[in-house]
């Protein structure tokens, strides 16, 4: 098969796209012609070997859809020919954490695509848990964008969080995947919605996402804009996955008993906190990662109806996967980038 990998760690320079050997498949596995695979900023990090992944050469990609082709002896959801998307979650399913339904605090937890190899190849063996049911109507590209943000952001805001129709709810970066899913979420459980971004490009999309009131934080300090829009009282919840840049002004938009909620930190990852301000105004500060099966298909069932709509900014072959990355590193643009095989590649389909 032909797969995107890389034997080192690097810039964009390791990607390869070039024949690798095809998968085999275990007796609880699945084998799946992928048809499309989403990036996620996790891609970038783990090219550049920040975490590494367990073995090299190493195929990335913890998002994706396609076809299942084969199954192992003991799958008992999936016959060939059906339409599947992955979710990269790996979980042992023994320890205290699964056996409670937190799959997502395993003490093994791992990701396709991070830990071990993904899905971004023309054919990926993928244990059958890791396997959703496609709908006919939806197509592999949109699903393929959908299942690693989507979730994270319905666990950060539904289960975290807990937002209620009363919230106010700030979503720094509004316009990324994390941050796109989050507007649509607090937008759909009808909390008051208020975004930053870095350009009116950027902020109209978190508009048509749902979000009601639009920050550019180029042009002003965002929790300056929160303290003027609500009359100085700050928002219920701030979601931040931004991290050093932006948490002091976090804790600052967040208003007397407020939450904030974090699922990464592109920014840096060790920010100062001012602890009288978590004490004084007695702040919930909330980590969240990833999901559960139940809030994995919670979440997919609510993008299949059209509830939320996955935004895909552009569709390329997989073996311009380089451009891919250089375009979620220079943060250009909104929505996902989705790779399709180059067998499959049509650039009149994706218009
Ligand atoms: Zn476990």
Redesign the pocket.
Known sequence: MKAIFYEEHGSTDVLQYDDFDDPEIGPEEVLVDIKAGGLNHLDVWTRKGMPSPEELPHIPGSDGAGVVSEVGERVTQFEAGDRVVVEPGL?????????KGE?S?????KMLGEHVRGVHSELAAVPETNLIELPEHVDFVTAASAPLVFQTSWRMLMTRAEIQQSDSVLVLGASGGVGHACVQIAANEGCEVFATASSEEKLAHAEECGADHLINYEEEDFDEAIKELTDGRGVDVVVDHIGEATWDNSLSAAARGGTIVTCGATSGISPETNIPTVFWKQLDILGSTMGTPGEVDEVMTKVFDGTFEPHVREVLPMSEIARGHEMLESREGFGSVVVVPDSDYDPGEYE
């Open positions: 979980y042992c399913g023994e320890c205290e954490f699964c056996r799959e605090l395993c003490v093994d937890y």
